[in-house]
């Protein structure tokens, strides 16, 4: 199987776009850091660690501390495709950071967003 080049990606390269994407819209870095680390388990040292190495998007995500187990709960439509029906396990992964970024850029409350309200 050949993988999509976003797994290859270093992490570092994608995290810049999904900052611009939220501050466009009025919200914050500080945000788009809670929900991956709310996603991913990483702390904010881990997480700028992580930036540092320069590590692959694939790497960052299944290597993480510890996913959370209500990133289930997310549902909805990212670059038309449903992500709750994505099979790959390291692309709905992605794709459920991808969906959050959008809730963040359209406006939803971080509670909303992290599935605690």
């Not at 929900?35 to 990483?42: A, Q």
């Not at 549902?75 to 992605?94: A, N, Q, S, Y």
Request: proline share 3%; glycine share 4%.
């Amino acid at each position: 199987m050949i993988k999509h080049r976003i797994y290859t990606m270093s992490f570092a390269r994608v995290y810049p776009e999904y900052i611009k994407k939220a501050e466009r819209k009025g919200r914050t870095k500080a945000e788009v850091d809670d929900i991956i680390c709310w996603l991913t388990g990483y702390s904010q040292e881990q997480l700028e660690a992580e930036l540092e190495k320069d590590t692959d998007v694939e790497t960052f995500l299944m290597e993480a501390p510890q996913l959370n187990p209500a990133r289930t709960l997310i549902k909805g439509v990212v670059c038309g495709v449903r992500v709750e029906d994505i099979e790959e396990p390291t692309m709905r992964e992605i794709r459920y950071l991808d969906k959050l970024i959008d809730e963040l850029a359209k406006g939803k409350a971080m509670q909303k967003i992290l599935r605690t309200a």
